[in-house]
């Protein structure tokens, strides 16, 4: 049974503080997705990898998010420093690049920086 | 650019109720249509999918049809179960974008 995993799945930290969340994409995906979910913005996409090289960030505040695929298996979120508006759920989704292709998501990760 | 703009919620029908949820766009080209559906504490699961006109996408007795005229893609259930109670969102993909634009959500909570 394929599945996106993500870790780790509740994160509460201090504001200031590095968060880092990961994902484990299908095997055999090429295309990895960031999204942040909010009640006041709903779902946004922060970032967008192809064959793990970044094709679309401009979502994602530049100055404190940083998006790595340091290989097909792993791509990464980092938040340096975390502040409390950056508090909501991020998921990770994969798919195969199509227009029409479903993409998968993963369980999210809850972030709460106080 | 590509827009989404979905029925506001909340949307709180009793079992075996007509269910219509309702779902717009704005998009260049011709763009693929989707509506996912996102259980509480889970990510989000595609439930159904329509990439050109008058397709109509289907699964789980949900039903949806893409509409290029009225730039419709609205859902429907004939008879809603209390298992549907879920937040459902309408996104679509257009051209080289491969990333999914999604609506606001619509919160659907269905009474025994």
């Known amino acids: 049974d394929a599945r996106v995993t993500q870790t780790p799945r509740h994160k509460v930290t201090e504001m200031g503080q590095e968060v880092t969340m990961r994902c484990q994409p299908i095997?055999?995906?090429?295309?990895v997705f960031w999204y942040r979910q909010t009640m006041m913005q709903g779902l946004e996409l922060l970032a967008y990898?192809?064959?793990?090289?970044?094709?679309?960030d401009s979502g994602m505040p530049k100055d404190r998010f940083s998006a790595e695929m340091p290989d097909a298996t792993l791509a990464t979120l980092k938040i340096q420093p975390s502040e409390p508006r950056d508090s909501a759920v991020y998921f990770c989704?994969?798919?195969?690049?199509?227009?029409?292709?479903?993409?998968?998501f993963g369980p999210g990760t809850r972030l709460t920086v106080l | 650019g590509n827009s989404v703009t979905q029925m506001e919620g909340p949307v709180t029908l009793s079992e075996e109720a007509f269910l219509t949820i309702n779902c717009t766009y704005t998009?260049?080209?011709?763009?693929?249509l989707f509506w996912y559906v996102q259980y509480p504490g889970e990510g989000l699961q595609l439930l159904l999918k329509?990439?050109?006109?008058?397709d109509k996408g289907s699964n789980k007795g949900f039903e949806a049809t893409y509409r290029k005229e009225t730039t419709s893609f609205h859902l429907e259930k004939g008879s809603v179960q209390v298992s549907d109670s879920a937040v459902y969102f309408c996104?679509?993909?257009?051209?080289?974008?491969?990333?999914?634009?999604f609506g606001s959500g619509t919160q659907l909570t269905v009474l025994p």
């Open positions: 989704a994969s798919g195969l690049g199509a227009e029409d292709n479903e993409q998968f």
């Open positions: 095997l055999g995906h090429n295309t």
């Open positions: 990898f192809r064959n793990r090289a970044p094709l679309d």
């Open positions: 998009a260049t080209g011709y763009p693929s």
């Open positions: 329509a990439t050109k006109a008058d």
């Open positions: 996104a679509l993909t257009s051209g080289s974008a491969r990333q999914l634009t």
